[in-house]
């Protein structure tokens, strides 16, 4: 498991790496002190996890997160409570209180342990001629791909939308993005992946963003590192 530590503290990424020696699968692959430095690192290692403090100087732990190209795990490691729930709505695995307790450090990376699946080849990725099983309940559907306009992260669930139907499933967006043919099943933004083929009207938006309105009425912001790859995928 491959991990970049960003944080501005020296001292507080001392302390982690040593608490981190207990845990021989994760190799730290680098430590950022700065925003910036965290974007690039991030974007060119492609870690599996990222420790990330929230106040850095440049942008917050949150704004780092918006820069992106690639999406990996995080676990937020911070001295204040505050920003718990905002956390979660960005889809963190784990928030973890300075100082660490290692039981709850074990907790989170057992968290990543858990998210984690093994890579999919093109040729086994889902598109969308592919039927899918789907369970919330008691209630269980088996969808056409083609039928599924979007999929929305709640936490650790993905919520699945088809015709009035909006179940949720055990399973990150990370994971999903990575079973789904991404030419097809595109990842908008941290809290959406849209089907290209339910896109009815498309226009710029702010930031150099992209928003589209979907057949089903729902409308998504595209972020403008995923606007910018979706232009590059899809050009001529």
């Not at 990543?112 to 040729?123: G, M, T, Y």
């Amino acid at each position: 498991m491959k991990a970049i530590i960003i944080d501005d503290e020296r001292l507080a990424r001392e302390e982690l790496k040593n608490l981190l020696l207990d845990f021989p699968n994760v190799e730290i692959i680098a430590e950022c002190d700065s925003a910036e430095a965290a974007i690039a690192a991030v974007d060119n290692l492609k870690p599996d996890v990222v420790f990330l403090d929230i106040h850095l100087p440049g942008k917050d732990g949150f704004g780092v997160l918006e820069e992106l190209d690639y999406t990996p795990h995080v676990i937020f490691v911070t001295a204040y409570d505050d920003y718990a729930l905002k956390a979660f709505d960005v889809n963190a695995l784990d928030y973890l209180l300075k100082p660490i307790q290692p039981e709850r450090l074990k907790e989170a990376i057992n968290k990543v342990k858990d998210a984690e699946l093994e890579p999919f080849s093109d040729s086994q990725k889902l598109g969308l001629l592919n039927l899918v099983f789907v369970k919330d309940g008691e209630k269980c559907w088996f969808v056409k791909l083609a039928d599924v306009p979007l999929f929305e992260s709640e936490g650790n669930y993905v919520r699945v939308y088809f015709d009035n139907n909006k179940p949720l499933i055990l399973k990150s967006l990370n994971n999903l993005a990575n079973r789904l043919d991404e030419n097809v099943f595109f990842r908008a933004n941290r809290k959406f992946i849209i089907n290209l083929n339910w896109v009815e009207k498309i226009e710029s938006w702010f930031n150099g963003g992209l928003m589209v309105k979907l057949k089903n009425g729902e409308q998504i912001e595209i972020s403008r590192r995923q606007a910018s790859k979706l232009k590059e995928m899809k050009s001529l």
